[in-house]
């Protein structure tokens, strides 16, 4: 019930040293405020773009998540063809996060000598990556092998 009594430890390499991260599941409110950041970041960069531009991405993003007019329905589809569909989604997922808002919020705690405040954004790319998707991992229902959320 409470997301933020939902916390996992994982292990990140550091050199020749492994540190272990703590990350929390996130709230429904706190997912909400991610999700809205980044559809705001996302609005803004397509003012900057101009209407051709974001036309030709909207169609290549459709085509990625399967909407394209030649998809096949569900029973069409073979066993690996929907977990590859589950997959597609799952990462398309990660995306409608704004990931800063995700480690800040989602980081509880690391054996780092730095603290978490200040060293979230010193992160490399793949470290940051790896957690921003536990963290969303954790958070967000799971899906079934469709693709489709699973209701409980």
Do not use: C
Not at 21 to 42: D, F, G, M, P, Y
Not at 83 to 101: G, I, M, V
Not at 133 to 149: A, K, W
């Amino acid at each position: 019930m409470f997301a933020s009594n939902v916390k996992k430890q994982v292990e990140i390499q550091d050199g020749d040293s492994l540190v272990s991260v703590t990350i929390r599941k996130l709230s429904a409110r706190i997912l909400t405020k991610a999700a809205e950041t980044r559809q705001r970041q996302s609005m803004a960069a397509s003012k900057e773009l101009g209407g051709e531009l974001i036309k030709v991405f909207r169609e290549d993003a459709q085509q990625k998540a399967g909407v394209a007019s030649d998809e096949k329905k569900p029973e069409e589809l073979s066993s690996e063809e929907k977990a590859k569909a589950a997959e597609d989604k799952r990462e398309a997922q990660y995306a409608l996060y704004d990931r800063d808002e995700i480690l800040t919020k989602g980081i509880d705690s690391w054996t780092a000598p730095v603290k978490v405040k200040d060293g979230v954004e010193d992160l490399d790319e793949e470290t940051a990556e790896k957690l921003h998707r536990e963290i969303l991992d954790m958070s967000l229902p799971p899906l079934d092998v469709e693709g489709e959320l699973v209701k409980g």
